[in-house]
Nanobody, 115 residues
């Protein structure tokens, strides 16, 4: 199983970026798809996730600015990030939890927001 993420980049504060992550390989059934991030000197934290039925969860600091969505047919999860702030600078990791309780991680995607 592989998770391939894309969309990394450098953007000015107030700008937008869209991350995507596609799962491939022997995935029987994906339950939860999500994004985590790890900023400089910080622990990895959940940014947002989306359950197979469509329910979403967001970390408080990104509510109203980030939107997570998924395309189940493509095993792909997206993170639309608007009104970016310098404190959003981090390596973003996509994450998948299957119905068989297997967890997979993407390789990390660097998002840099300049002030």
């Amino acid at each position: 199983v592989q998770l391939q993420a894309s969309g990394e980049g450098l953007v000015q504060a107030g700008g937008s970026l869209r991350l995507s992550c596609t799962a491939s390989g022997s995935i029987f059934s994906i339950n939860v798809m999500g994004w985590y991030r790890q900023g400089p000197g910080k622990q990895r934290e959940l940014v947002a996730n989306i359950i197979s039925g469509g329910s979403t969860n967001y970390e408080d600091s990104v509510k109203g600015r980030f939107t997570i969505s998924r395309d189940n047919a493509k095993n792909t999860v997206y993170l639309q990030m608007n009104s970016l702030k310098p404190e959003d600078t981090a390596v973003y990791y996509c994450n998948v939890l299957t119905t068989r309780h297997m967890i997979y991680w993407g390789q990390g995607t660097l998002v840099t927001v300049s002030s």
